[in-house]
């Protein structure tokens, strides 16, 4: 059980990070997670940990870390007070650049040196006293390279050298910096948070008292809800009364709305339009669809990419290594070399300082993957973290599947074959009855259309055996039967009759003897060509296929596609073993699959894609990626999106390590000034953070 926290007052991204690592430390903690986005702490124990005393472990952990964070339940929305602080801080702000323009005035208009003194260091306070306090705070308690220590370090010496007006408009500018920052990661978060807004808080339960509003964990599977006209669907179910459009954009990206009616299936968290629907629930709270699409947009930050823990820990060595070169800047040339005065390379090493602040980087790019997330969640694409979002940037290898994937899966019986003294409804009846007790595509399409005018009677079959890939063995009416592919009637070494001619083909034997056939067709996906070629368009070097139909099937429909090429007759274990070897010739691979049957594919692959899996549990637990809708253009929008914050991420790395190389270069020499150091960390912070923004489009 997952418990999370809400922590006020944190401010530095480095901070989160440090104290995360620091929370994992702790006995009886499996996993933690700082965020620092969402300024969210979440936590889960180790199986047989009492939540309640870790929980309280952990918060003294937290105080212990920081005495300025306050811990709050994550459910609170911002309080009376939080809303107040932001405003005093904004007018701190305002007030401190007031006093520091009046004090720069009378500064060069020559007037008196205590005056404008006076009004620069009033200036300094109202900027920079929450900065000093939370420094000797955290000095106070083992912390000393964050960013607190090193902006009241350089702006108190910059004072010690009568660098007055760089020292205030240090503190003033880090503390604009900070308010832009914080603007900019609550667009972010704010734009995730209408995302989760989806479900529903209560639903209209049916009893035979009325009609009453419960909390959606007191509805219990097989009760009837009524859905309003207007009103989010709570819970997953289906229809028993009414007609009404239900918008699905909030679940699949997509404004159009669909028609349902008495027997559909309706999702929780779309909204429902103008008419009135009873619904039968077939999901409790914690299994429904919106449960499921909310746990894994909140869980994704916890799966952290490569290049945010490269950044954690360079941060860590980075830190302190200036702070060690900007104290030999300032005392090896004057004091061992001899060279000027004490306070000129004072000034270069309070520069340094100044620079080295590494936040551009701490918050820009994991602030870049959380609007990525964002992003594809909002495109109808849920991804389980920032790993598999940069994965996703590096594929150049896509592999289908075929049934359910790049073909609509719904199959029609285009004939039926009997052979011997068997009738063709005695073909039809004998496979509906085997298929029955199968959730693949194929044998639902059987059945359904045996039950459109007869009935099965499950008390005519016995002994059912399964056999993956290849059918079904069971005993029906009494008589041996297997039901299944080509493959299994032959490996049973009975004879077959006829061809089924590249089609889709379900062959049954009764009793030892082939009695018949039925040949199927399915349709190929109305923008599975497109999404074919949008994909080579991106520079995916090949797109396959891999399916369990046999050669002719596999090859129509890759011809038709443009496939680059495909593997027919496959069983389960097949895709995982041709898997490993395009792994080794791509820089990454994904497949492509309904969520049902490739769920071994979806686990053991780079970055495995549930198609259409919103509804199914096998999906969202073997797969890194789930798309939304049965649309395979949606890979498309997934990797666009992935390659796109990948690429932000690029930028914001190699330039705040540009910029701050340079003017820590500078900077040691005398060529750049405290101006120029204010510019390398709060100016490129605020460009980094805003160009992460970036990502949510």
């Keep these: 059980m997952k418990k999370q926290y809400k922590l006020l007052n944190m401010h530095c991204a480095g901070c989160a990070d440090a104290l995360?690592?620091?929370?994992?430390?702790?006995d009886g903690v499996k996993a933690v997670q700082v965020n620092f986005i969402t300024k969210i702490l979440t936590f889960e124990p180790e199986r047989g940990v009492d939540v309640n005393e870790l929980s309280e472990r952990v918060c003294n952990a937290v105080v212990k870390f920081d005495r300025m964070i306050k811990i709050e339940n994550p459910e609170d929305e911002e309080t009376v007070k939080e809303k107040k602080a932001k405003q005093v801080k904004m007018w701190l702000i305002l007030s401190s650049a007031v006093l520091f323009l009046v004090a720069f005035i009378l500064d060069k208009t020559g007037a008196n040196?205590?005056?404008?003194?006076?009004f620069y260091i009033a200036a300094y306070a109202l900027s920079g006293f929450e900065i000093l306090w939370a420094s000797a705070v955290n000095i106070a308690h083992g912390k000393i390279f964050d960013e607190n220590f090193l902006m009241s370090i350089a702006t108190i010496g910059a004072f010690a050298i009568g660098k007055y007006a760089e020292a205030v408009m240090v503190m003033l500018l880090y503390q604009i910096g900070e308010w832009l920052q914080d603007r900019a990661v609550m667009r972010s978060k704010k734009a995730i948070t209408n995302l989760l807004n989806i479900k529903a808080k209560v639903?209209?339960?049916?009893?035979?008292?009325?009609?009453?509003?419960?909390?959606?964990?007191?509805?219990?599977v097989g009760s009837i809800i009524r859905i309003k006209p207007g009103e989010n669907v709570p819970l997953d179910g289906i229809i028993t009364f009414g007609t009404s459009n239900v918008n699905t954009s909030a679940l699949t990206g997509e404004s159009a709305e669909i028609t349902k009616t008495i027997g559909d299936e309706i999702l929780s968290g779309t909204i429902n339009g103008e008419g009135v629907l009873l619904v039968k629930v077939t999901k409790n709270e914690k299994d429904s669809t919106v449960s499921k699409i909310i746990d894994m947009v909140e869980s994704a930050s916890m799966q952290k990419a490569k290049t945010e823990n490269f950044i954690s820990k360079f941060a860590k060595v980075y830190t302190p290594i200036v702070c060690l070169v900007a104290v030999l800047i300032a005392i090896v040339p004057c004091l061992f070399l001899g060279f000027g005065a004490f306070s000129t390379y004072l000034y270069r090493g309070l520069i340094f300082l100044v620079v080295s602040c590494p936040c551009a980087l701490v918050i820009s790019v994991p602030l870049s993957f959380f609007a990525g997330l964002g992003a594809a969640a909002r495109k109808g694409v849920l991804v389980r973290g920032s790993n598999f979002l940069e994965a996703l940037s590096r594929v150049d290898t896509v592999i289908f599947d075929k049934t359910g994937t790049?073909?609509?899966?719904?199959?029609?019986?285009?004939?039926?074959?009997?052979f011997g003294e068997n009738t063709q409804k005695d073909v039809l009846e004998y496979i509906a009855y085997a298929e029955s007790y199968s959730n693949h595509r194929i044998a639902r399409s059987v059945v359904e259309s045996y039950l459109e005018n007869n009935e099965i009677n499950s008390a005519w079959i016995e002994d059912v055996t399964e056999h993956a890939g290849l059918g079904i063995e069971a005993?029906?009416?009494?008589?041996?039967?297997?039901?299944?592919?080509?493959?299994?009637?032959?490996?049973?070494?009975?004879?077959?009759?006829?061809?089924?001619?590249g089609q889709t083909a379900i062959y049954l034997a009764v009793s030892g003897e082939h009695a018949g056939t039925i040949t199927l067709s399915d349709t190929i996906k109305s923008d599975a060509k497109m999404a074919i070629r949008d994909l080579k368009n991106l520079g995916v070097k090949q797109v396959l296929m891999f399916t369990g139909d046999n050669e002719k099937v596999a090859s129509a429909v890759a011809g038709e596609l443009g496939l680059d090429g495909f593997h027919a007759n496959m069983f389960p274990q097949d895709k995982v073993s041709r898997l490993a070897e395009y792994e080794k010739a791509s820089k990454g691979l994904a497949f492509v699959g309904d969520g049902i049957n490739d769920a071994p594919v979806l686990a053991s692959v780079d970055v495995g894609v549930a198609m259409g899996g919103v509804g199914s549990d096998v999906a969202v637990e073997a797969s890194d990626v789930v798309l939304m809708t049965d649309e395979p253009s949606k890979m498309v929008d997934a990797i666009k999106t992935a390659r796109k914050t990948h690429k932000i991420v690029t930028e914001n790395v190699t330039f705040a390590l540009a910029i701050k190389l340079a003017v820590l270069a500078l900077g040691a020499v005398g060529f750049a000034g405290m101006?120029?150091?204010?510019?390398?960390?709060?100016?490129?912070?605020?460009?980094?953070?805003?160009?992460?923004?970036?990502?949510?489009?």
């Design 475 to 501: 005993k029906i009416f009494m008589n041996p039967v297997l039901v299944g592919s080509r493959l299994l009637l032959e490996q049973n070494g009975i004879k077959i009759n006829g061809d089924a001619h």
């Design 203 to 220: 639903a209209n339960l049916v009893t035979d008292d009325g009609e009453i509003q419960v909390d959606l964990d007191r509805v219990a």
């Design 406 to 418: 790049l073909t609509q899966g719904e199959f029609k019986i285009d004939k039926i074959t009997a």
């Design 113 to 118: 040196f205590w005056v404008s003194l006076g």
């Design 675 to 697: 101006w120029l150091a204010i510019f390398a960390d709060v100016g490129v912070s605020c460009l980094a953070v805003l160009n992460s923004l970036r990502a949510m489009k």
């Design 20 to 26: 995360e690592q620091k929370l994992k430390t702790l």
